[in-house]
Each structure stands twice: as C-alpha cells, then as structure tokens.
C-alpha cells in the first residue's frame, strides 16, 4: 500500500502564489510517473499536471499552462506544484497520484495524463478569494 502525504495548501488573493508537496512511500520513488490532481465538491476530479520518473517529461492541462510548474526532487522523495497567477477556478482540494500514468509523449511535452493505480490521501485545501 503506498502513502501520500500533500501539503501546502491555503487561502490566498487572486493572482497569488502557493507551492504543494507531496511526499510519497512508493519506492523506487524515481521509477513512478506522478500527478497533481483536484477537485471540487459535487464535480469530478481532474487531472492538472504530471511528470515522469526522471523529470523530464510533463503533462500540463491546458488551464494551468504558463502558470503551473511540477516538479520533483527524488532524493526527497518529494513532488511540488508551484503556483503562480493563481485564479478563483483554481479552488479545489489538491491530491497527489504516486503513480500516475502519462500517454504520449514528444520531446518532454505529455499529451494526457490520468491518476493509474489509484492511492489518494487526504488532499490539500486550496482557496482562492478577495
């Protein structure tokens, strides 16, 4: 059973910044492909950036292209969200997916992603408000 713990979250003004963790158990932390989904309440959850093992290949959806950046650092076994320009559609609780799976990919960029075998932990509250 692998365990995530997401971190980072909280209330800011619109066009602010937050960066989320996720600490994950699976191991080798470096071979699994890893995700940033969210949700909001009474909708699905949706899948908004992943990387790859190595780092080197990303998904990004659309709406967050330019102002989301994921990243890892695998001697921490540790994933991030910088967030940036941050928008009131942002709101939503932020989940973490150990191991994610990515479709297509070109010269780094990711076609889709979605969430594979599914270990979701508690999430991180984001709230964007005047």
């Known amino acids: 059973q692998v365990e995530v713990t997401e971190s980072g979250g909280g209330a800011v003004q619109p066009g602010g910044s937050l960066r989320l963790s996720c600490a994950s158990s699976?191991?080798?932390?470096?071979?699994?492909?890893m995700g940033w989904f969210r949700q909001v309440s009474g909708k699905e959850r949706e899948g908004i950036a992943c990387?790859?093992?190595?780092?080197?290949?990303?998904y990004y959806r659309d709406s967050v292209k330019g102002r989301f950046t994921i990243s890892r650092d695998n001697d921490k076994n540790t994933m991030y969200l910088q967030m940036e320009d941050l928008k009131a559609e942002d709101t939503a609780i932020y989940y973490c997916?150990?191991?994610?799976?990515?479709?297509?990919?070109?010269?780094?960029?990711?076609?889709?992603?979605?969430?594979?075998?599914?270990?979701w932990g508690k999430g991180t509250p984001v709230t964007i408000s005047p």
């Open positions: 997916a150990p191991d994610a799976r990515v479709g297509r990919c070109s010269d780094g960029i990711c076609f889709d992603c979605d969430s594979g075998v599914e270990y």
């Open positions: 699976a191991r080798p932390f470096e071979h699994y492909t």
């Open positions: 990387i790859s093992g190595s780092g080197y290949s990303t």
